[in-house]
């Protein structure tokens, strides 16, 4: 039997690789298990070609002015469920970088600052180790399989 493993929850995905400089630094250069993301000392993430993300999340619109933020927010978020950096440390300024990215993209002051409060009080678990997106497999013969 064939069998394939995937995640759900993401709607997007690059079609070029994207690269920006950010304040967060590692003190070691950083790459995620799926190659698809990796963080310099110097601060430049890097989401490559095929990265996929779910987007802005919560009771939000998916505007033109979020993608930007949302992506660079999604890529650090994982970077910290797979505990490339600590959750507790990276955490608020991810916030806040998303909240700076949105403004830079046009969204107004109120909204990007509703987006951080929301982040603040309800993202904690999305950068939490433990909840690292489950693989499935299918079909479901395959899930005894190893």
């Known amino acids: 039997m064939e069998c394939i493993s995937y995640k759900k929850g993401y709607k997007y995905q690059l079609v070029e690789a994207y690269s920006v400089e950010i304040p967060i630094t590692p003190e070691a250069d950083i790459s995620s298990p799926s190659e698809f993301i990796t963080l310099t000392t110097n601060g430049l993430l890097t989401m490559e070609k095929g990265y996929a993300w779910d987007g802005p999340s919560g009771p939000t619109i998916d505007s033109r002015n979020f993608m930007r933020g949302s992506l660079v927010h999604d890529a650090l978020y994982q970077l910290m469920r797979e505990e490339l950096l600590d959750n507790v440390a990276t955490r608020g300024p991810a916030d806040r970088l998303l909240q700076k990215i949105c403004k830079e993209d046009g969204m107004s002051s109120i909204r990007a600052w509703w987006v951080y409060k929301g ?9 939490d180790p433990d909840n690292k997106r489950p693989v499935t497999k299918a079909p479901k013969e395959c899930e005894q399989s190893t």
């Open 119 to 127: 982040l603040r009080i309800g993202g904690d678990p999305a950068s």
